[in-house]
């Protein structure tokens, strides 16, 4: 499994994180030919080498025309459904931006559609939230750990006045993350740093167990003495894939008033998405009504999007997920000929040597009927071929 590290010794921003994904490995001409897609005008994007306490890092330079955008959360969620980009790419962009919205609601206690977004919804920000969501898919990632979020002190001027640090918005996003302060004066943490990791980041702690591949520093903005205003990424794959194991998340919730005919839906839905596996079980609930969990088993990258589909799709008003390890047999489809037609078997291997040769159902099913012969009889005459073929190579 693809591991980034967020290792934020020096806070993170927007422009810090889009940074260092391009000192990691994200190409800047790549970057930008995906930035396009967005339809947006009136911005220009580079990158530049800073120097930060003896560490040569990447700084991001997005430069906007003058704007005055007090953008409602409706607003930049159109920018980005209306873009050319990548599902996934939209869909964790508009998470990030929605959890910033939601936080806001709560500080001001107000709907979040009514909600303006100042420093935040400018168009740089917009770049940052975007540009880091291509970065992210472009690498490949699909875990994301962060480290505890040196937050800095003292005070900062925002659109609203001058607020202690971290600022409201920073502390509400921030709530189940480990955060400190120390000497160092100054807002490390900014929103958009902290709207995007509390969003993508479902752990929080030291560096993971794994094989760094690669490290990637993005320089903030203002240079401390003797202190590197850095964010370093760190890339490498977690030590389980060797053993053939993966990490993944099972995504669950209860429900007792749903329609039955959702359900299909609901799983149907699961499975675009990208879920490995999704199924019902049947419980007794409180006021013992006979209700259903369901079940969601998927990759840390698809959990953002499983979440959304349960609590949009169904009558829940809340989710529960917890990490879990799978450990499964290597998978090929080999092709076989029979007299009743081609037929898919999907074989199964351990360190190399076949474990299991299932023929594919579905194709036995179908060809039984339209031939007229017995299930049974398709399913043994391509477990027949395929030994023979396994013979003859």
Known sequence: MRTLYFDCFAGASGDMILAALVGVGVEPRELKEQLSLLNVSGYEINFEIADRSGISATRALVHTEHEHAHRHLSHILKIINDSRLKDRVKERASLIFKRLGEAEAR???????KIHFHEVGALDAIIDVVGACIGFELLGIERFVCSELHVGSGMVEMAHGRFPIPPPAVAEL????????????????????????STVCQE????????????????GKREYQNFPNVLRLMIGHDEAVDSGEERLVVVETNIDDMSPQIYEYVMERAFELGAKDCYLTPVQMKKNRPGVVISILCGQAELDAMCELLLTETTTLGVRFSEVRRRALEREVVKVETEFGAIDVKVARLNGS???????????RNLARERGVALQTIEQAASDSFLKLQSEG
Do not use: W
């Not at 500080?107 to 559609?113: D, L, R, S, T």
């Open 204 to 219: 929080f702690g030291p560096l993971p167990k794994m094989k760094i591949e690669r490290a990637g520093y993005g320089a």
């Open 107 to 113: 500080i001001h206690n107000v709907p979040v559609e």
């Open 354 to 364: 076949i474990i299991k040769a299932m023929p594919e159902y579905e194709q036995c």
């Open 174 to 197: 921030l709530r189940d993350a480990p955060v400190y302060s120390s000497d160092i004066k100054g807002e490390l943490v900014t929103p958009t740093g902290a709207a995007i990791i």
